[in-house]
């Protein structure tokens, strides 16, 4: 398996992603670019990329915010992530410069890449799909599902979203308004939402039930073979 950190820019910001690959699989592969949380690229979506990479994937985790720039605590990784709430034509320039430098590997089938992501991530994944990006589909992992206006009339990615019917960060007025968005546009989408579950359902660490995050391991485990069976539909 090989793993390599790879620059890359966005205008003059400098980024830094995370590649992992195994070396053994012939040709140009299908790729997963992975967006990260609200803290920046960390070991969390790494450990993702390993995962995929080894079903025979190329795996990107993207650096969305710039290179070293993490968030500890609540009030450093919201200031990280708001000027790209404010701005989701600036965000969706910074996932393009991801999504550019994934495709343009020689490693990769640049016809058969799929996006993902956790929460803030989850956001990019479907702002991604929301566009004209060339991808097969984008995965949304108890992301926020506040559109962005800049929605194609005709969406071509298919979407998966899974979700934890309790999130207060994407409360069922939400999702409903999703939902709506992706089939005026056209889009093939699913949604499963977990009963009894709220944010940052996938992550260990997460274990704040009365703040509305608690990692779920049913929730994890059911998510993430959706997506294995999604990945496999679009891409193989």
Sequence with gaps: MREQYIEYRDGE??????????????GPRPAVLINHAWGGRDEFVER???RLAW???ACFAADNFGKGKRGTTNEECSALMTPFMKDRRMLLRRLRA??????GMPIVDAKRVAVMGFCFGGLCSLDLARS??????????????KPSGLTEP???ARVLIL????????????VLAVTREFTAAGADWQLHAYGQTVHAFT??????????MQYDEAADRRSWHALEEFLAEILR
């Design 203 to 212: 992550n260990p660490m997460a274990n704040n039930r009365a703040g509305g």
């Design 13 to 26: 910001t400098l980024l830094e992603g995370f590649l992992c690959y195994d070396e053994s699989q012939p």
């Design 48 to 50: 993702k990329a390993r």
């Design 55 to 57: 079903q025979g994937y």
């Design 154 to 156: 005709k969406m071509r």
């Design 98 to 103: 991801g999504l550019a430098t994934l495709q």
């Design 132 to 145: 004209d990006a060339e991808i097969r589909g984008a995965v949304s992992f108890h992301g926020m599902l």
């Design 163 to 174: 979700h934890g019917y309790d999130d207060p960060m994407a409360p069922p007025e939400d």
